[in-house]
């Protein structure tokens, strides 16, 4: 394995549900992120781990809640989601936190339903 | 709030075509600015990346960046079919912490 893998690639989900999104950096890198992706806006940032330890939480709701056990290994646990939560959830990397390193490194994304 | 804006398409040119996108942001203290690519149902990739002032070139793409207008943009040269994505800005935001904050893209068509 390469990159940043994410799993699973899609999921539908009910909106009593739980569920977890995993990502995986095989980078060797020290910071990992989860954006949104919704349809015609901007990429949202969401939350930004720096050597597993959160350094922001962009105002997002707490049915969202990410969890960074070592620098390799992200998730995101959903709970109670809304229908407007649906959309396309990225994971990336990057050598340090903040972008002054080179960019990010995108996994495939998972492209979450909210039924 | 700070915001990058970009022209969402799409914009169209013909194969062998210079291809023109253009971004702007609004916070004066980002020093750091990249390009993606996003091919429908893709994941963004990295594409250029740009620091000081001027142009920078790489194969056949060229991102240009004046920070005095606050203005990135990337030329494609002899667009290719395999060149149709969205292309998505993204600016680093100036501070300690750097992170990305995206535009909406710009749809990018070559025709044959």
């Known amino acids: 394995e390469t990159g940043v893998t994410q799993t699973p690639r899609h999921l539908v989900m009910g909106m009593t549900n739980k569920k977890s999104l995993k990502c995986e950096q095989h980078l060797g890198h020290n910071a990992m992120y989860w954006y949104k992706q919704s349809a015609k806006k901007p990429l949202e940032l969401m939350f930004v781990y720096s050597l597993e330890e959160r350094v922001e939480n962009n105002s997002v709701p707490s049915r969202f809640s990410p969890e960074c056990p070592n620098s390799s290994h992200l998730f995101l646990h959903l709970h109670t989601l809304q229908p407007e939560d649906s959309a396309l959830y990225l994971c990336a990397s990057s050598q340090d936190a903040g972008a002054e390193s080179g960019g990010y490194t995108f996994g495939s994304g998972t492209r979450l339903t909210v039924v | 709030q700070k915001e990058v804006e970009q022209n969402s398409g799409p914009l169209s040119v013909p194969e062998g075509a210079i291809a023109s996108l253009n971004c702007t942001y609004s916070?004066?203290?980002?020093?750091?600015f990249f390009w993606y690519r996003q091919y429908s149902g893709k994941s963004p990739e990295l594409i250029m990346s740009i620091y000081s002032n001027g142009d920078k070139e790489d194969g056949r793409f060229t991102a240009q960046l004046n920070k005095a207008s606050q203005y990135v943009s990337l030329l494609i040269r002899d667009s290719q079919p395999s060149d149709s994505a969205t292309y998505l800005c993204?600016?680093?935001?100036?501070?300690?912490?750097?992170?990305?904050?995206f535009g909406k893209g710009t749809k990018l068509s070559v025709k044959p």
């Open positions: 916070d004066r203290g980002s020093q750091s």
């Open positions: 993204a600016v680093a935001e100036g501070g300690s912490q750097g992170n990305l904050i």
